[in-house]
């Protein structure tokens, strides 16, 4: 069974002498940074100077400077730029200013993980990962409650690398919800197994997919925007309420019929071998590889393949009816 602390377990005294800079200004960086701020902990943020990041910093009451002199000002250091950028900033800005003691701190394993980033031994190296997205981790946090988080150390020079982890995520709030010991490689190749598989390649793939059946079979492509696309919300929060029982108790007899003896038939035996090579194409360091590849090219197959999408039918019957419904507050890109 997972190891999980509360409140009552973390000491915020592992903090509060440090100056704690946060790197980026984004989705993280921004709730992070203004959590810490509230927890009483002093905080630095870097960001680019005119970016939009950088404006809302200010906007929240920060005065941000360069990375470079966040990490000479600062004994922890969070870096919450991009994956792909993350490499080149540590290199560059923060690698050269690291001081015995220090402590380097991800919300993601990514770069640790496949040796993107390789961080001297003088140092402690820890993780704190928030399970949901930066607004959730802030609008959470001033209501007085937090969301789950992942903590794990890489490297524990200081022999209290685990005890800071912990302080720090107490500072954002996830001491309040509950926090997961974890390792590195677990929460980074379950992470982006996850993302594949399930939540982002699995999902769109299966959506697309069941959307062209029923156009190809004569179906009137908004009747079959809503079974495939739109509905899944539905199914999805009840899932995220009470987990399968729970979705299977709340839809209709029929609908759960359905479920129980025709799901094997889209998911198959075929299906999970296919989940298996995934599995291992991150275990190995080879989708790592790729991504980091692709973005040194300058992410030729990525923009290829996002622009395909935005056009595929799917997306363009969804623009049109989600102007039709005020209440989900539709973003298009």
């Not at 810490?36 to 920060?62: C, Q």
């Not at 190296?125 to 209501?143: C, D, F, N, Q, T």
């Not at 699995?202 to 696309?229: N, S, W």
């Amino acid at each position: 069974m997972a190891e999980i602390f509360y409140n009552k377990d973390a000491d915020m005294k592992f903090l509060k002498d440090k100056k704690i800079a946060i790197i980026g200004y984004g989705s993280q960086g921004h709730a992070q940074a203004q959590n810490l701020r509230d927890s009483g902990l002093n905080v630095i943020v870097a960001e680019i100077e005119g970016s939009n990041n950088y404006r809302l910093a200010e906007e929240h009451g920060f005065q941000p400077v360069s990375a470079k002199q966040a990490s000479i000002e600062a004994e922890v250091i969070q870096l919450l730029v991009p994956d792909e950028v993350q490499p080149d900033v540590y290199k560059k800005s923060i690698e050269p200013n690291l001081k015995e003691g220090d402590v380097l701190l991800f919300s993601h394993g990514f770069n640790i993980r496949f040796k993107q980033i390789a961080p001297p031994d003088y140092i402690d190296v820890i993780m704190v990962a928030p399970k949901g997205p930066g607004h959730l981790v802030r609008s959470e946090y001033v209501r007085g409650a937090g969301v789950p988080m992942l903590a794990a150390v890489w490297n524990d020079y200081s022999g209290k690398a685990f005890e800071i982890a912990i302080a720090y995520a107490k500072g954002i709030g996830g001491t309040r919800a509950g926090v997961i010991k974890t390792t590195f490689s677990e929460e980074t190749e379950t992470d982006l197994f996850g993302e594949q598989v399930v939540l982002c390649g699995g999902v769109t793939a299966l959506v697309k997919k069941a959307f062209e059946v029923l156009i190809e079979a004569d179906y009137q492509p908004e009747i079959a925007y809503f079974e495939c696309m739109h509905e899944l919300k539905l199914i999805v929060d009840l899932f995220y309420q009470g987990g399968i029982s729970y979705m299977r108790h709340s839809v209709s007899n029929t609908a759960e019929y359905g479920d129980l003896t025709k799901g094997d038939r889209i998911i198959t035996k075929q299906t999970k071998e296919e989940m298996m090579k995934i599995l291992s194409e991150v275990k190995n360091g080879s989708f790592a590889k790729e991504w980091m590849e692709e973005c040194k090219a300058g992410k030729p197959n990525f923009k290829r393949l996002e622009e395909e999408d935005k056009n595929h039918p799917i997306e363009m019957v969804g623009r049109k009816l989600r102007s039709m419904m005020n209440w989900i507050n539709a973003k298009e890109v």
